[in-house]
């Protein structure tokens, strides 16, 4: 699928710098000296400036930056809350009630249950292949009504989460959504649920931001994982307005 394939790929700045040294090869092997060599000058520095955590975290933030976060009960009410898979879902037992309201919105279900706690929506739709009926478990662990959830677990890519909700929710006369995902994500999924004609609020979750330790101009190779997943932000939503998904 077109998300597995763009992670594989060119969002990683190994791969990046591999790809920019084969075009350095082949300008040298045509004999384009002043440009191969340039080419394959950039490769080591852009391996360098993505693993500076200055350089991530501004990207990050670009991202990050276009939804405001927001406590769950500032949020209009919607005719539904849909809840997008995707991260690592740890196997929440102990009541959520019980904790405080950062630590439950530090993940996209525990967001999407502050939402329906909050009275935000009547019905959560719960998407992706493998992590709805999970997500499903934990709300139901957390008291909410079975009724009130409903399942796509289908979809294994964002633009499928979109089309295949979208169908779901016209079926039930659902217009406006209340959308929750992770903030860097939120960019390409909001964009792909309005191509599909709905409505939608943003919703991002809540995670604490990730910042590698030490000087922020000191490259950390630590630093180019987290480079990797912002950049495959950038590369999906650019396909993904390419292909006409967003």
């Known amino acids: 699928m077109l998300d597995r394939l763009v992670n594989l790929s060119i969002s990683h700045p190994y791969v990046q710098a591999w790809l920019l040294g084969a075009i350095a090869l082949l300008f040298l092997l045509f004999r384009r000296y002043r440009l191969g060599l340039g080419v394959a000058a950039i490769a080591p520095l852009w391996l360098l400036l993505c693993a500076t955590p200055v350089f991530a975290h501004g990207l990050q933030r670009w991202l990050e930056g276009q939804y405001a976060m927001q406590p769950a009960a500032d949020y209009p009410k919607a005719d539904a809350i849909v809840v997008l898979g995707g991260e690592a879902l740890a196997d929440e037992k102990e009541s959520w009630r019980d904790e405080g309201g950062d630590a439950i919105a530090n993940s996209r279900v525990g967001f999407g249950y502050l939402l329906f706690h909050a009275d935000r929506a009547p019905a959560v739709l719960l998407s992706g292949a493998g992590d709805a009926r999970r997500m499903a478990a934990m709300l139901e662990r957390q008291g909410v009504p079975p009724a009130a959830v409903r399942l796509e677990s289908a979809s294994l890519t964002t633009y499928e989460n979109a089309r295949n909700c979208a169908a779901l929710l016209r079926n039930d006369g ?67 307005r390419l292909r006409g998904w967003a």
């Open 174 to 240: 659902a217009h406006t959504v209340l959308l929750v995902t992770s903030p860097a994500h939120m960019p390409r999924a909001a964009a792909s649920f309005e191509k599909q004609g709905l409505h939608v609020i943003p919703a991002p979750a809540l995670p604490p931001s990730v910042r590698a330790p030490g000087n922020g101009w000191q490259p950390r190779r630590a630093v180019l994982f987290e480079t990797s997943h912002i950049l495959h932000e950038y590369i999906g939503l650019w396909v993904y």
